[in-house]
């Protein structure tokens, strides 16, 4: 239990400080001067009464009012400087945490991406981190002001007198005992405020991923009332927790109250038989209300700290999941890739029942392999072994020789392109999509990339040319056209392996003349692994692979398998039909050169979705 403790405390946020650690102290210098001010001001005020008024000293007096404004006009100066100071580091803090955070997803293997709900994710990185943010930016300061403040009242109160500072720390059993128990009960309450809200956020960002599906299915009420269940459970978690707090911080104040009727009946008291003067009455008042002004402004920041402890738990089980894929000590970077392939008894499963069992294949420098097959039969689970996306259980893939794992995995990412079959585009213009892996590119570069792959054409339908802008996802754009995009932005990258997963699926068929020209100029002298139902697309590849059930079933040429009775002639009749038996004749298309094309260096990989 105490482990866990550790691992998800917001202690955990104090490894940002390093590098701000002589800021901090200095902070601590001002903030202790600055909760000792007012304590030191109201003993002055016990000297003005007892000494400048009493024995009429105006000298006195006047001295003590001086010093009293002195002192206060220092705290002022301190404490502003104190809540700026403090305001910045925990934003500093924030800051750091946040770009962890997101860097450790990006380095997460795609097993988590399908198994986890992207508005859960979303959820850590945005409603919890403000949790923190909250506390870091106005509730630090609270606390730390209060905190000096309470522990110089409790000791002035104790120099002032000794025997009213008992009286008023009698409530400090009872109050130490409610504490306990808000801590218990609201800890778990926002807890579940805390998964009631990823659980609002999920069902939101799925309803506005798939709006389009479901106002075509006529399902706007069912998801309505997803919508009405996940916030009706968040309105009940939510008004668990205020309750909670409805019942601690007046108790805080009842404890306050009764704490000053003591100090007051005590000390009228001891005024009336002569041991204790009334200035030193008074100002011990004073000073008991910077006792429990404090303890109420902390009580009301216990239950926003508490949210944000439940919400630094949540974002630890993320920042505690351990990517599956990574670089080991002994990893090495990947010299400039020739491109030899070869799986070695490759068998990987997701689960427990394994989806690829014992695959051996060798695909040599610039070859090209395409993988067919019915679905689910492990055609994408092995392009994704490829790109490393995952390790295989047992077996080894090899490139050049030399077994992917032993190779750092950015400098391998580097060297490799996937175009996918529905290719993601980001928000920007165009060019800025072709440029995605190659950002260094310049503008010629990328127009003539464009001009070999089409992309060019593309861009001729809009006013702005290459500059248009993209909306997020490709909105506005056919497949087919985003799918050109995608092709123009691998051979920008100019990649040494390349994966083509079901790139010309679902496009029309002018289309798919151009991506097929586009395709042509892109495998050129790269090893390339094609996976796809087009016979004109898996045609040109030098080997294809028919897969079933995560095993090789037939292997061999398109022409040789096209006249051997086998799963692949069956395969193809059932894809080709009509029109595609036509066409079976046809020579691959012939694309035009790139003009003022050069040899260029390798650039970063796109994703890929988990199948």
């Known amino acids: 239990m105490q482990q ?13 400080l390093v590098g701000h650690r ?55 100066v301190l404490q502003t400087t104190l809540v700026r100071g403090l ?13 962890d955070l997101f860097n450790h997803l990006t380095t997460l293997s795609l097993r988590y991406f399908s198994q986890q709900k992207a508005g859960w994710i979303i959820s850590r990185l945005t409603s919890d981190v403000d949790a923190l943010s909250d506390v870091l930016s106005q509730g630090l300061t609270t606390l730390v002001v209060n905190t000096l403040t309470l522990l110089a009242a409790i000791v002035g109160l104790f120099v002032l007198d000794w025997r009213l500072g008992l009286v008023a720390l009698v409530i400090l059993p009872p109050t130490l005992v409610l504490t306990r128990w808000f801590q218990v009960r609201s800890h778990a309450a926002f807890l579940r405020v805390r998964e009631t809200i990823s659980s609002m956020t999920a069902q939101i960002a799925e309803s506005v991923s798939g709006m389009a599906v479901i106002q075509a299915f006529n399902r706007e009420r069912a998801f309505l009332a997803d919508f009405d269940a996940a916030n009706d459970a968040n309105r009940r978690t939510n008004t668990h927790a205020q309750y909670l707090n409805s019942l601690f911080f007046p108790g805080i104040e009842l404890l306050g109250v009764i704490a000053m009727a003591s100090v007051l009946w005590v000390g009228g008291q001891m005024l009336t038989h002569g041991s204790l003067t009334i200035g030193t009455l008074v100002s011990s008042v ?10 109420q402004e902390l009580s009301d920041l216990y239950g926003q700290v508490q949210s944000a402890g439940a919400a630094m738990e949540k974002i630890t089980i993320v920042l505690d999941e351990r990517a599956e894929i990574h670089d080991e000590p002994t990893s090495v970077v990947a010299p400039r890739i020739e491109g030899d392939l070869q799986l070695d008894k490759v068998t990987f499963a997701y689960g427990r029942e394994p989806v690829l069992h014992g695959i051996d294949i060798h695909v040599p420098s610039g070859g090209c392999l395409a993988l067919v097959g019915e679905s689910g039969g492990g055609k994408s689970t092995t392009a994704k072994l490829v790109g490393r ?58 127009a003539d990339v464009a001009h070999a792959v089409g992309v060019d054409r593309i861009a001729r339908r809009f006013d702005a040319g290459l500059l248009h802008t993209v909306r997020e996802g490709g909105a506005g754009l056919s497949a087919g056209e985003r799918q050109l995009i995608s092709i123009a932005r691998a051979l920008l990258a100019d990649p040494r392996i390349l994966i083509l997963d079901e790139a010309t699926s679902n496009i029309d068929r002018p289309t798919e003349i151009l991506i097929e020209r586009a395709l042509d100029r892109l495998l050129r002298g790269r090893t390339s692994i094609i996976i796809a139902h087009r016979l004109a697309t898996v045609r040109r590849a030098d080997e294809i692979l028919v897969m079933e059930h995560g095993r ?3 292997r061999g040429r398109f022409d040789e398998l096209l006249a051997t009775d086998g799963p692949f002639r069956r395969l193809a009749s059932e894809l080709a039909g ?25 650039a970063s990989v796109t994703s890929s979705e988990p199948e």
């Open 4 to 16: 866990r403790k550790e691992r998800t405390g917001l202690s955990r946020l104090t490894r940002y």
């Open 22 to 76: 002589l800021r901090v102290s200095a902070l601590a210098v001002i903030g202790v001067i600055s909760a000792a001010a007012p304590v030191t001001a109201l003993l002055v005020v016990q000297d003005a009464i007892d000494k400048g008024m009493r024995d009429h000293d105006r000298g006195r007096l006047a001295r003590d009012v001086i010093v009293y404004l002195v002192i206060n006009a220092l705290a002022w």
């Open 87 to 99: 305001a910045g580091v925990g934003q500093q803090v924030v800051l750091g945490l946040r770009r």
């Open 286 to 295: 004073f000073i008991l209300n910077l006792v429990f002004q404090p303890l």
């Open 389 to 446: 996306f995952y390790d295989p259980d047992s077996g080894a893939i090899r490139i050049d020789g030399r077994d992917l794992r032993e190779l750092e995995l950015r400098s391998y990412r580097r060297q490799l392109g996937v175009v996918l079959q529905d290719p993601f585009l980001f928000a920007g213009t165009i060019a800025d999509n072709v440029r995605f892996a190659r950002p260094d590119a310049t503008d010629d570069e990328v």
């Open 552 to 554: 090789i079933a037939q």
């Open 578 to 602: 009509a029109d595609a038996q036509l066409q079976l004749g046809e020579p691959p298309l012939q694309s035009e050169p790139v003009t003022g094309s050069r040899e260029r260096s390798s």
